[in-house]
């Protein structure tokens, strides 16, 4: 396994990683626009369906989301240094980003860009994930050799089932007409302008009948991938051509369908190269060790 050497640093760099996703993506969130859409189009999300309607009331103001949004970032950066209580600060952060991705999906729809970290932050709860590059020393030491590469297999599961089961969805619901009809050229028409800041060549594609036509034969073949995300685990040439493919997949759907999975394709590098083992061999230069040891003692 990729993971059968893995130390409590190898698994503090993917709590830093996993964390500073979310701290990047709720930064520039403008919590507070929440508030100002109608209610008539919050459908209470998966778990969400149980708070009491009073609650929302309470929750859905400006002034209480924009504390919300204060305390989330708090969480998020205490979470990233591994703080104690570590694993309280875990917990509060998966419990605060369900609600927050619960939010924003009940005025939308939802989607799946954001499952693998929020599946990851959950699993970093569970874990001993402050046990290495943290500022503070762990509580305890932990005998057991074996609870790293477990938590990482455990990451690595929830970022490749996802993949499956979409594929596994499509194939079952869809197929084999999603692959035949226009639904690909419409996608590449209808999310072209999605986002302003995206590369927006979908139209262009449909005036490109050969490249068109490139995309419908490597639609099931990507979905192919997406089905047998799993073998990753076990079949390292696998693997390795499937990180490329994937990396490659979620590129081109930035440039055609400005759709861009950046988590997802950080989590796929972190979790399944060694760029991790790269990432701790500079920071075990004694430059930077001197550093983090001197925070450590703080």
Same mark, same amino acid.
């Given at each position: 396994?990729?993971?059968?050497?893995?130390?409590?640093?190898?698994?503090?760099?993917?709590?830093?990683?996993?964390?500073?996703?979310?701290?990047?993506?709720?930064?520039?969130?403008?919590?507070?626009?929440?508030?100002?859409?109608?209610?008539?189009?919050?459908?209470?999300?998966?778990?969400?369906?149980?708070?009491?309607?009073?609650?929302?009331?309470?929750?859905?103001?400006?002034?209480?989301?924009?504390?919300?949004? *204060?305390?989330?970032?708090? @969480? %998020?950066?205490?979470?990233? !240094?591994?703080?104690? /209580? &570590?694993?309280? #600060? $875990?917990?509060?952060?998966?419990?605060?980003?369900?609600?927050?991705?619960?939010?924003?999906?009940?005025?939308?729809?939802?989607?799946?860009?954001?499952?693998?970290?929020?599946?990851?932050?959950?699993?970093?709860?569970?874990?001993?994930?402050?046990?290495?590059?943290?500022?503070?020393?762990?509580?305890?030491?932990?005998?057991?050799?074996? *609870?790293?590469?477990?938590? @990482? %297999?455990?990451?690595?599961? !929830?970022?490749?089932? /996802? &993949?499956?089961? #979409? $594929?596994?969805?499509?194939?079952?619901?869809?197929?084999?007409?999603?692959?035949?009809?226009?639904?690909?050229?419409?996608?590449?028409?209808?999310?072209?302008?999605?986002?302003?800041?995206?590369?927006?060549?979908?139209?262009?594609?449909?005036?490109?009948?050969?490249?068109?036509?490139?995309?419908?034969?490597?639609?099931?073949?990507?979905?192919?991938?997406?089905?047998?995300?799993?073998?990753?685990?076990?079949?390292?040439?696998?693997?390795?051509?499937?990180?490329?493919?994937?990396?490659?997949?979620?590129?081109?759907?930035?440039?055609?369908?400005?759709?861009?999975?950046?988590?997802?394709?950080?989590?796929?590098?972190?979790?399944?190269?060694?760029?991790?083992?790269?990432?701790?061999?500079?920071?075990?230069?004694?430059?930077?060790?001197?550093?983090?040891?001197?925070?450590?003692?703080?």
């Amino acid at each position: 396994m990729i993971y059968e050497n893995a130390r409590p640093q190898t698994l503090g760099l993917v709590r830093v990683v996993v964390f500073s996703i979310w701290l990047v993506k709720i930064i520039p969130d403008p919590f507070f626009f929440l508030a100002e859409l109608p209610r008539s189009i919050f459908k209470p999300a998966g778990v969400l369906r149980i708070v009491p309607e009073a609650a929302w009331q309470w929750l859905l103001d400006a002034d209480v989301l924009n504390v919300f949004k *204060i305390v989330v970032v708090v @969480l %998020l950066a205490l979470a990233v !240094l591994g703080i104690r /209580p &570590y694993r309280l #600060i $875990a917990i509060l952060c998966a419990v605060c980003l369900t609600l927050h991705q619960g939010l924003v999906r009940s005025f939308t729809f939802v989607n799946h860009q954001e499952l693998a970290a929020l599946f990851c932050v959950y699993a970093l709860a569970i874990f001993p994930a402050a046990d290495g590059l943290s500022i503070a020393k762990p509580a305890r030491k932990h005998s057991s050799p074996h *609870i790293y590469p477990a938590a @990482l %297999l455990t990451m690595t599961i !929830l970022l490749l089932l /996802p &993949y499956c089961a #979409i $594929a596994a969805f499509r194939i079952v619901n869809s197929a084999p007409a999603i692959f035949l009809d226009d639904s690909l050229a419409y996608w590449f028409g209808s999310l072209s302008g999605l986002d302003a800041d995206g590369w927006s060549l979908g139209k262009w594609m449909l005036r490109q009948p050969l490249l068109l036509a490139i995309s419908n034969i490597g639609f099931p073949i990507i979905t192919g991938f997406e089905l047998l995300a799993p073998l990753c685990l076990i079949m390292p040439r696998f693997r390795r051509v499937w990180v490329v493919v994937m990396v490659l997949f979620h590129c081109l759907s930035w440039m055609i369908l400005n759709i861009f999975f950046w988590e997802n394709v950080l989590l796929i590098v972190l979790f399944l190269t060694r760029s991790g083992d790269a990432i701790l061999r500079s920071l075990d230069h004694p430059r930077w060790s001197r550093r983090i040891q001197g925070a450590s003692s703080l």
